[in-house]
């Protein structure tokens, strides 16, 4: 059964295109600094925002039409597993994500749940050997269902802990069973709505606790999946503990857990937490822990995560920019958790939304390519900081200055004046020229 039976496979017509379900920029086969398009921009579809969100919000109900909403049950299960895989036939997506909740009804019972995810599993898993399509990543959902009202990994219940536990053995399973390359963890409801009430250190012992036990878990397993954490500030806790990439990379290293594990970053999140999303790119970059990209944007206006498809260059530009100087992205892809807005509610918006995604992260990667290639900031980043390439500052970066040395070297040359202007202002116009251009 086709789902989209009037919409074909989406091709590459180039900028000048009118039509509006083909690409203006992104071709596959492209080659951008020495690899293909396809290769430095593993796109992936997000099962929950492509195929189960239903467009209601806090204020209103569902507004989606989809194609499978003549189903029920495990029978709207397998038919999205039907779509989902159409969908990425013509869209060219090569990968997918989800959360385990996302792919199958929970059930009544654990052991229900578990049986309806083997089901859904055996499906999938016969459309990807016939499609050469691959999981990105998948995930546990422990932050939907009220069990997890006080966390999951965070709770204060043993039991729901445990529950939390069995989810993501389970997830382990499935993803090394479908060939996952990466694991996330998100968490959605891992922190607190008031101190007063929490024992912080127990909480974040036992994230810890479970991460090693699943770290161990999947070396049991012979699962060589990357591990991701996605950080994200706020919403629905007060204060979630993995608010951003600083504060993540920190928890990783205090439990040992920094040789394990990488971040998968979204830009909606940063945006939460105040951060750019080139920011947050930058600190996983210099820390060697920039695992993966969630691929949307927020509304700089709403204070909440609005999981809009990325359409700002400025920011792809940039965005790519940190991927290439990281040289990729390894085992990671570019994931959109990304969601059509309330009022697009055709089964078309998808492909419309997903083009404008896939065409804007096309363009940035071209731009940033050629930032690189032309070293465009590099001049301007050199002789700011030239003044430790030589003498006293070349003493400093190399370790053979003491408090006592550089007190010394100060007193004999008083009232340091600064050298060398940022010129933000021309590296702006730089990068619009580059963008524009």
């Given at each position: ?6 919409i074909?496979?989406?091709a ?33 579809m ?24 003549s ?20 869209m ?45 990543w ?7 269902n009220p ?13 729901v802990?445990?529950h939390?536990?069995?989810q ?5 399973e499935?993803?090394?069973?479908l ?13 607190y709505?008031?101190?007063?009430n929490?024992?912080?250190?127990l909480e ?14 999947a ?8 591990f ?10 007060k204060?979630?503990y ?16 920094d ?21 947050e ?10 695992g993966?990209l ?21 920011d792809?530009?940039l ?23 309330r009022d697009?509610f055709?089964?078309?918006?998808l ?5 404008a ?14 930032l ?35 007190s ?30």
């Open positions: 059964m086709a789902y989209f039976e009037n074909g496979k989406v590459y017509e180039g900028s000048q295109s009118q039509n509006p379900f083909a690409f203006k920029f992104y071709n596959a086969d492209e080659v951008v600094a020495g690899k293909k398009m396809s290769e430095h921009l593993k796109f992936s997000a099962y929950w925002h492509t195929l189960t969100a239903e467009g209601n919000d806090p204020f209103g109900d569902t507004t989606a039409i989809r194609p499978w909403h189903y029920k049950g495990m029978d709207m299960a397998k038919a999205r597993v039907e779509a989902g895989f159409e969908f990425m036939d013509k060219g997506l090569e990968y997918f994500c989800f959360h385990d909740i996302d792919i199958t009804p929970e059930g009544s019972t654990l052991k229900e749940f578990f049986a309806n995810i083997d089901t859904i599993v055996d499906l999938i898993e016969t459309h990807m050997k016939s499609t050469g399509k691959k999981l990105l998948n995930t546990a959902n422990m932050f939907t069990r997890f009202v006080h966390g999951a990994a965070s709770t204060n219940n043993a039991d802990y445990a939390a536990a069995a993501i053995k389970k997830g382990l499935v993803g090394k069973r060939g996952g390359e990466n694991y996330v963890f998100w968490g959605g409801r891992e922190g709505m008031s101190l007063l929490t024992d912080m250190k974040q012992d036992n994230i810890a606790r479970m991460f090693h036990m699943a770290v161990d878990y070396k049991e397993i012979g699962f060589d999946a990357q991701l954490i996605e950080p994200k500030p706020k919403e629905p806790t204060h979630q993995d608010f951003d990439a600083a504060t993540s990379i920190a928890f990783l290293q205090k439990y040992n857990l040789k394990d594990f990488k971040l998968n970053l979204e830009a909606n999140h940063a945006t939460l937490a105040g951060h750019t999303f080139e920011h790119l930058r600190v996983a970059r210099i820390n060697g822990m920039l993966s969630d691929a949307n944007q927020g509304d700089m206006l709403l204070g909440w995560d609005t999981d809009e498809f990325p359409v700002n260059v400025y792809s530009t965005t790519m920019y940190e991927v290439l100087k990281n040289d990729g992205l390894g085992k990671g892809g570019i994931n959109f958790d990304a969601k059509v807005r697009s055709e089964a078309d918006d492909f419309l939304a997903h083009i995604g896939m065409d804007t992260y096309a363009k940035g990667l071209k731009v940033a390519a050629k690189i290639e032309d070293g465009a900031f590099d001049k301007v980043i050199e002789e700011r900081y030239s003044s430790f390439s030589e003498g006293i500052g070349a003493d400093i970066v190399a370790g053979k200055t003491t408090l006592a040395s550089l010394e070297y100060a007193m004999n040359n008083e009232n340091p004046r600064p050298n060398k202007s940022g010129r933000q202002e021309l590296l702006q116009a730089v990068l619009n020229q580059y963008i524009y251009g």
